[in-house]
């Protein structure tokens, strides 16, 4: 079967992709989804404590007052069930479930140079094609279990937290070994302690929280919610990061150590990401940087009671902010529990899986269950996990064999007419993302609507528009202190083998959505229309100047 549009993927951005295409430009669209049901990343992510870290109000789409005004959130930070039925609501509203294949995982892409069209094949084996691709796959939709020796020997169950089980995993009674303490890992510990027999955190690289400071919302706020419609959506496209949250203009200098000490107090008692919000110059100011993390060790010295869990839990050896900062409910308290240990893998790291647990360079510890809080192959992983194809038959693989090579994070040179919400190159996992995905989502709807209305057949990032744009990802990436952690999986470090390149654009939200404005208004400069057609403009990173004086310290 043919259609006008394929997409891939019905989570938050596939969902307003189908009905972008669909009900505004009256494409013939097919949604793909490999799961079962709508959400996303929140079909997939139902382990113990899951939890979304913005807040509801600002978790959602903007391009419908009414829908806004439909919805009310529950809590301040929206769990699984809430999101999925709000994105539910959205589907109904919209009625997109009947251009949605649930169940069709696509193994393959292909780009036919002779016909301009995309042929795609699912893993059922179900074959349709399409003028125009678009995967709306996720960041970080592809789990990261890591290959540690034993594993298949392991008697007891083990889950990644990014496929856990929809039927809920019993925990009761049993140990638990979690192995990792990212944002997910944060969540997950103090929810598995409280019906585990013992749990065992395994902890290879200590990590800042804050806490989330979760709590019920009131009719008056969510009252508030529907009548400043306006501002909060305005707040989310002027911001950096897309959060309904402005970041103070002030410098950590600008303030004695006393103010300082009673804003980071404040900052601490409202809770959640807002923490990094508290001074401008905290993402690029390592002496600044320094206070804010000075203020959080010490919190954890004083939460945890144990001195040596204590100091192993503290010893963080990146700046704050600089890999995802997570946000937590009684994590650090968590270890004061009896039926919690911590196991610091820097002094002794895990030699391989056996059949009755964990072995370290010390000891065994014996496990009934592994949770795996080990991350995702982000970014890249859902993309290269399907066999695209572009132009005379070449793989998207074989073009990011260095690194991810993008114009805006939105086109592949010789992948024509396929586009990538929140990609690689785009602010994405620095923002609270259904934002950076409604930017997205109409920036590919409006570009396709130009390319129907002017007769134009196919639309391609030109390379040297990706090479600019790459040298200019970079340069975004080292005006801030991220480059201080070369080991978070920004850099694609958690995945072995994968190239080390800064992966989404930490310039900012606001001025990356100006800079799509204005390449759009220039005619699509940058891009290459019907092969050379219409002139492409060679670029350089110069051409985007300025654009990384404003680091986005991300989500
Ligand atoms: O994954 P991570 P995550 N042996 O990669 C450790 C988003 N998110 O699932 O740092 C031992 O951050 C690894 O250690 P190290 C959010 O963007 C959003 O927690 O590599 N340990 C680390 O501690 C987040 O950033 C929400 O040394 C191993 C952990 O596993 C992203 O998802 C909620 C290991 C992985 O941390 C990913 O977070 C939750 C090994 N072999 C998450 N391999 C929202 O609110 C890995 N680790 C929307």
């Known amino acids: 079967m043919h259609f006008d ?14 009905h972008c295409l669909r009900d505004r430009l009256g494409l013939r669209v097919r949604v793909l989804e490999a799961g079962g049901d709508i959400g996303g990343t929140w079909y997939w992510n139902r382990y113990p404590g899951a939890r979304c870290d913005s807040e509801s109000h600002a978790y959602r789409y903007f391009f419908s007052r009414e829908l806004n005004d439909e919805w009310q959130s529950s809590e301040r930070y929206p769990g699984p069930p809430e999101i999925r039925a709000y994105l539910n609501h959205v589907a109904a509203k919209f009625d997109l479930r009947r251009d949605i294949r649930f169940g069709a995982r696509v193994t393959a892409a292909h ?114 919610v529907r009548e400043n419609y306006d501002e909060i959506r305005e707040t989310t496209r002027q911001t950096p990061n897309g959060h309904a949250f402005r970041i103070s203009r002030r410098n950590v200098a600008d303030v004695t150590p006393e103010e300082r000490q009673a804003i980071y107090e404040a900052a601490w008692e409202t809770g959640g990401l807002q923490f990094r919000a ?8 390592k002496a600044a940087n320094d206070t804010a993390a000075d203020f959080l060790k010490a919190r954890i010295r004083a939460i945890v009671k144990d001195p ?77 996990k399907m066999d695209i194809r572009g132009r005379a ?83 975004a990436a080292n005006a801030t202190l991220m480059t201080h952690a070369k080991h978070s999986w920004y850099y694609g470090a958690n995945v072995p083998g994968k190239p080390r390149v800064f992966m989404p654009y930490a310039g900012g939200l606001q001025r990356y959505r100006k800079i799509c404005e204005d390449i759009a208004a220039r005619g699509y ?26 680091p986005s310290p991300g989500v």
Not at 125 to 142: D, F, N, Q, R
Not at 278 to 285: A, E, G, V, Y
Not at 308 to 321: C, G, K, M, R, V
Not at 525 to 550: I, K, P, Y
Request: charged share 20%; aromatic share 8%.
């Open 5 to 18: 549009a394929l997409v891939i993927g019905a989570g938050f951005a596939g969902l307003y992709q189908l």
């Open 111 to 224: 780009f036919e140079d002779a016909a301009n069209r995309w042929r795609i094949e699912t893993e059922s084996g179900e074959k349709c094609s399409a003028t125009y691709l678009v995967t709306a796959v996720g960041c970080l939709s592809a789990a990261n279990v890591p290959a540690i020796e034993g594993l298949s020997d392991f008697g007891g169950k083990w889950y990644h937290t990014g496929e856990w089980p929809h039927e809920g995993v019993d925990l009761a009674g049993k140990r638990v070994g979690q192995i990792g303490t990212g944002s997910t890992g944060i969540q997950a510990a103090p929810v598995i302690a409280q019906s585990a027999a013992h749990l065992t955190v395994f902890q290879r690289t200590a990590n800042y929280s804050v806490p989330a400071r979760n709590a019920p919302l009131t009719p008056e706020f969510n009252r508030w």
């Open 278 to 285: 508290t001074f401008r110059d905290l993402l690029i100011d």
């Open 308 to 384: 040596a869990t204590a100091e192993a839990l503290a010893d963080i050896n990146h700046p704050y902010s600089t890999k995802r900062p997570p946000i937590d409910t009684d994590y650090f308290e968590t270890f004061n529990r009896p039926n919690v240990s911590l196991v610091d893998l820097r002094a002794e790291p895990i030699e391989r899986i056996t059949p009755k647990g964990i072995r370290t360079s010390n000891r065994e510890i014996e496990l009934d269950v592994i949770v795996f809080a080990t991350g995702f192959d982000a970014m890249t992983g859902p993309l290269l």
């Open 393 to 475: 038959g070449r793989a998207l693989r074989d073009a990011w064999k260095a690194g991810p090579e993008t114009y805006l994070g939105l086109q592949v040179p010789d992948f024509p007419n396929l586009f990538t919400v929140t990609g690689p190159g785009s602010p994405s996992v620095l923002t609270n993302m259904p934002v950076a995905i409604e930017q997205h989502v109409e920036w590919i709807t409006d570009c396709i609507g130009h390319l129907r209305s002017h007769g134009i057949e196919t639309i391609e990032a030109s390379p040297e528009a990706a090479r600019a744009w790459g040298a200019h990802v970079d340069e």
């Open 525 to 550: 400069e940058g891009f290459v229309m019907d092969r050379g057609r219409t002139a492409t403009v060679a670029l350089t990173a110069g051409d985007f100047a300025g654009a990384a004086a404003s």
